[in-house]
T-cell receptor, first 113, second 117 residues
């Protein structure tokens, strides 16, 4: 079975500071990994994904994540936080071709002015 | 290009009633999945439909059922509603058939928020 653990249900950073959201996964097969963002009262929007190939993946809005197999991690980073980044962030894992996602519990990101 | 659309956006039901939620997938997509997102939680997989058949199912009771139509749209039905069924129900679409589109990525609608009183 696959699972995702997001460390920290709530992260608060100052505007302009580094954003780091942590995600560890468990999978018995090579995983596909995703980060989604959810703004209040909205659905989920894909930020970035790792399937195969380059382990450092870049997404929308200046976010990037690095797949580290040895650490079973897929942490999300952004060098400089913006007020518009305030939202709920979900890490998810799936098996190749399954099109079924297993989500973490989410991390609420707050940006302080 | 219309994305995933869901209806209704909000609804209130009482315990024991039945509810039907509807979803139209993104243009070109043939697979529809449903997720339940309780308040403060991550989405949980309910089931997935492809070619009008349920292909995968999560750990949800038989009170949860679905259907996919020939135009790929889908319905989620929940019978004998419980207070614990209150949640945001998300529909996600993807493609199995189209070359280059089967990337594992799901496109989500904005959800139907169900409140059971």
């Amino acid at each position: 079975a696959q699972s995702v653990t997001q460390l920290g249900s709530h992260v608060s950073v100052s505007e302009g500071a580094l954003v780091l959201l942590r995600c560890n996964y468990s999978s018995s097969v090579p995983p596909y990994l995703f980060w989604y963002v959810q703004y209040p009262n909205q659905g989920l929007q894909l930020l970035l994904k790792y399937t195969t190939g380059a382990t450092l993946v870049k997404g929308i809005n200046g976010f990037e994540a690095e797949f580290k197999k040895s650490e079973t991690s897929f942490h999300l980073t952004k060098p400089s936080a913006h007020m518009s980044d305030a939202a709920e962030y979900f890490c998810a894992v799936s098996k190749q071709g399954a099109q079924k996602l297993v989500f973490g519990q989410g991390t609420r990101l707050t940006i302080n002015p | 290009d219309a994305g995933v659309t869901q209806s209704p956006t909000h609804l209130i039901k009482t315990r024991g009633q039945q509810v039907t939620l509807r979803c139209s997938p993104k243009s070109g997509h043939d697979t529809v999945s449903w997720y339940q997102q309780a308040l403060g939680q991550g989405p949980q997989f309910i089931f997935q439909y492809y070619e009008e058949e349920e292909r995968q199912r999560g750990n949800f009771p038989d009170r949860f059922s679905g259907h996919q139509f020939p135009n790929y749209s889908s319905e989620l039905n929940v019978n004998a509603l419980l207070l614990g069924d209150s949640a945001l129900y998300l529909c996600a679409s993807s493609s199995r058939k189209a070359p280059g589109l089967n990337t594992g990525e799901l496109f989500f609608g904005e959800g139907s928020r169900l409140t059971v009183l």
